[in-house]
């Protein structure tokens, strides 16, 4: 029964019905009733809400409420022809774990669809809410971490003494090597020529030969006169025994 407003309005309606020769029945008065409170944009919008509304942080009772509200607007998912779209439509805006747990099913009959999504969203819901307090899995996973033996970790200190050591190892080692590097690259060899060190007899400044026991100049040491003569074995004061009856 219209009041107020809607009841002048209708008033005016039904006589413009009559004068255009309009049957009066349910359908002519909705479509006229939703012309004047319901029109096309309002409607569109609606339909628009309805393909994009999602299960969100809502209960699946709520959602299914609010998903019954909005399907009217989309003719589509009406009649027999759209049972099988309504429950698929259903179905997608459940949150994932409740829509992991009931797509496989595949129910296509709306009000047990809507059943089962309901129980195990209460189901799902209690048992999280018990975990919570009880401090289940979270609690067993926190026990197990504590129980597993970590990765032995060196102290920052003495990683920065080991650091150190080899700092200075690896600084010793290439200050050996460059002393290796010089001494090799700068050998002290002796000339052959004059006996001083810096030079190779081929480069010797000094043109006459030196001998390196006397320290003269003209003959090598090989030929100084000032070496010792070598003994000869029989001569000097040890004369050879005599044989026996010689005189």
């Known amino acids: 029964m ?9 008033e005016g309606a039904l006589q413009r019905m009559i004068d255009g020769g309009v049957q009066l029945n349910w359908d002519n008065f909705k479509r006229v ?8 944009d309002v409607r569109s919008q609606k339909e628009v809400e309805f393909l994009e509304l999602k299960q969100g942080n809502d209960t699946v009772a709520e959602y299914a409420a609010k998903f019954d509200a909005l ?3 989309c003719t589509h998912y ?3 022809g759209g049972k099988r779209a309504k429950c698929i439509k259903f179905v997608n805006g459940l949150r994932p774990e409740i829509k992991t747990a ?3 099913q595949e ?3 709306y009000p047990t669809l809507v059943n089962k999504s309901r129980i195990y969203d209460r189901d799902n819901r209690a048992r999280a809410s018990f975990y919570k307090g009880v401090g289940g899995p979270i609690r067993a996973a926190g026990s197990s971490a504590l129980g597993k033996s970590k990765p032995f970790s060196v102290p920052a200190k003495i990683q920065g003494n080991h650091a150190k050591s080899r700092s200075v190892a690896r600084n010793s080692f290439v200050s050996g090597a460059a002393s290796v590097g010089d001494s090799v690259s700068n050998p002290t060899n002796r000339c052959k020529k ?12 000094d043109k006459e030969v030196t001998c390196f026991n006397c320290n003269g100049k003209g003959h090598m040491s090989t030929q100084c006169p000032q070496l010792p003569k070598p003994r000869i074995m029989g001569t000097g004061a040890n004369p050879q025994p005599k044989r026996p009856g010689t005189t």
């Open 71 to 73: 399907v009217h607007y």
């Open 102 to 104: 009931i797509n496989y």
């Open 33 to 40: 009733f939703l012309e004047k409170y319901f029109p096309d």
């Open 107 to 109: 129910i296509y009959h």
């Open 2 to 10: 219209l009041t107020a407003d809607a009841h002048f309005w209708w």
């Open 78 to 80: 009406h009649g027999e």
């Open 194 to 205: 004059c006996g001083l060190h810096g030079h190779e007899h081929y480069n010797c400044p």
